[in-house]
C-alpha cells in the first residue's frame, strides 16, 4: 500500500479501534508529514471525531510524536487531574482509574468498575483486565501488558480503563539513556550515529522518536515494548562501547539546547522568516514552502504568506527548526527586527 493511503486508513483504524473497544490506542512514531496527516484527519475524519485524539512525543518540544486516541469518557493521562492521591488520572467522580457501566449488587453498586459480564464467586476478587502500564509495585497483580488478560484469569469481567499510577503516563513509551562505557576513550558522536546504531539492531524507524545527544551521551526516546531490546543489545556507537539502561518516561525531563538569533525582516511572513533561519534569499525560501518543506507547530504550511505567532515551532525539512519568539523592535525605516531561537 502507497505511504500516502496507508497512515489516513491505519490512524482512522486506530481511533475506530478506540472507539468500538473503548480502550486507548495508539501509533508508532510519526514524521512531521504524517504528523500532518493526522492534523488533517481530526478535522475530518468521522471515526475520530468519536474519541479524544492527541499527539506525543514524550516531551514538550518533540519533533516525532505518536497519535493517541482516548475513549472521550476516559480520563486523558496529560490533561486529567486528580481526586485521590496516588490516582492523578483517575475516574471525574471517583478519583479511581475504573469506571462503573452495570449493577453489581447493592453492597457494591457505586464501585468505579465496569461491568462486562457476571462476576464468577470463584474469581471475584481478581476482577480486572488490563489495557496499559503496570506500576513496578503492583507487577505481582494478574495483569498483561496491552489490554491481553493473564490466561489464568481470561474470564474475568472487568476493563480497566486508566492509567495505574502517577508515575505512569498511561503512554507506550520508553526512554534508554546511553552513556559511554570508557568516556576517556569516547568519540564525539552524533544524532546520525545513534540513530544508525538503533537500526542497525534491526529496529524500524517508527518505533524510535527523537534521540538526544546529552553530555557525553544521548538519550532514546522509543516504543515501551522495544526499550529493553535496545538497552541489552546496543553495546556500541561507531567505535565507542557503550552502556544502557532503561528510565521511566515520566522521569525523563529535558529542556531543548537553542541558540537566540536576531535579525530584521520586512515583514513577519513565513518566507520572509525561513529566509533568516536558513541565510538564503526570500525567493529561495519562497520554493521551500511551495515544494512542503516548511511546516509550523508539526502542520504542513504551504502559503508563503503564512505568519507564525510568537511561540510558534517552525521545522525546515533537511535545515532544523527554530521557535518564533515575535518581533523586539522597530526600525526607522519600518522594519522589523525579530527573534528567533534555533534548536541544537
Known sequence: MDTEEFWPKRLSDLAARCFARDIPTFSDFLNLHEQSVFDALCRSDPAIARVSARLDGGYGAAERKIACFFPKDMSDPATSTAALPGHPQGHADTGLPFRYAGEVGGAHSGLPFRYAGAVDEAHSGLPFRHAGAVDETHSDLPFRHAGAVDEAHSGLPFHYTGAVDAAHSG??????????????????????????????????????????????????????????????????????????????????????????????????????????????????????????????????????????????????????????????????????????????
Request: contains cysteine.
Open 171 to 344: 503512554l507506550p513509551l520508553g526512554c534508554v539513556r546511553v552513556d559511554p562505557a570508557h568516556e576517556k576513550f569516547a568519540q564525539a558522536l552524533s544524532h546520525r550515529d545513534y540513530l544508525g546504531a538503533v537500526l542497525h539492531l534491526g529496529i524500524e524507524r517508527p518505533k524510535n522518536g527523537d534521540i538526544l545527544t546529552v553530555g557525553h551521551g544521548a538519550v532514546i526516546i522509543c516504543r515501551e515494548e522495544v526499550s529493553v531490546f535496545i538497552a541489552s543489545e546496543l553495546e556500541k556507537v561507531n567505535h565507542t562501547q557503550v552502556r544502557c539502561r532503561v528510565d521511566g518516561i515520566s522521569d525523563f525531563d529535558y529542556s531543548p539546547k537553542t541558540e537566540t538569533t536576531r535579525g530584521n525582516v520586512q515583514s513577519e511572513r513565513l518566507d520572509a522568516l525561513v529566509a533568516m533561519f536558513c541565510g538564503v534569499s526570500r525567493s529561495k525560501a519562497a520554493d521551500l514552502v511551495d515544494h512542503e518543506k516548511v511546516f509550523i507547530n508539526s502542520r504542513l504550511t504551504t502559503s508563503k504568506h503564512a505568519t507564525p505567532e510568537a511561540g510558534d515551532i517552525v521545522s525546515v525539512r533537511g535545515e532544523g527548526r527554530f521557535r518564533y519568539n515575535g518581533p523586539v523592535a522597530h526600525s526607522k525605516k519600518g522594519r522589523l527586527f525579530v527573534e528567533l531561537e534555533r534548536f541544537v
